[in-house]
Nanobody, 125 residues
Framework: QVQLVESGGGLVQAGGSLRLSCKFSSGPFSNYQAGWFRQPPGKGREFVAAISRRSENEDYAESVRGRATISRDNDRNTLYLYMHTLRSEAAGVYYC??????????????????WGQGTKVTVSS
């Protein structure tokens, strides 16, 4: 059974940086397109970043472009999201997602079947 477990959330000051991790339980991870989404307080889930199975392609939401980097380590079955220069609008619950044998860009939540439970990021001013 596929499971994804996020970690790395917490309280960070505005302007600071954070790295989120997502451990994937059912290999090989290289068979799965992966992405990060977030849900700001009181809002719907929104796309943050996506990465192809062997890291050939990366996509980012305009709101994080230049301030976030998605990466993956298929040997460690782990997905990462590094964010810097954090703004208050980066706050929310961050979810990782995966979809097997997927070759599209994966920029919408409906393209993913597997989701983690989320990790909360709070940005203090």
């Amino acid at each position: 059974q596929v499971q994804l477990v996020e970690s790395g959330g917490g309280l960070v000051q505005a302007g600071g940086s954070l790295r989120l991790s997502c451990k994937f339980s059912s290999g090989p991870f290289s068979n799965y397109q992966a992405g990060w989404f977030r849900q700001p307080p009181g809002k719907g889930r929104e796309f943050v970043a996506a990465i192809s199975r062997r890291s050939e392609n990366e996509d980012y939401a305009e709101s994080v472009r230049g301030r976030a980097t998605i990466s993956r380590d298929n040997d460690r079955n782990t997905l990462y999201l590094y964010m810097h220069t954090l703004r208050s609008e980066a706050a929310g619950v961050y979810y990782c997602a995966a979809q097997r044998d997927y070759t599209a860009r994966g920029m919408t939540s409906r393209e993913y079947s597997y989701w983690g439970q989320g990790t909360k990021v709070t940005v203090s001013s």
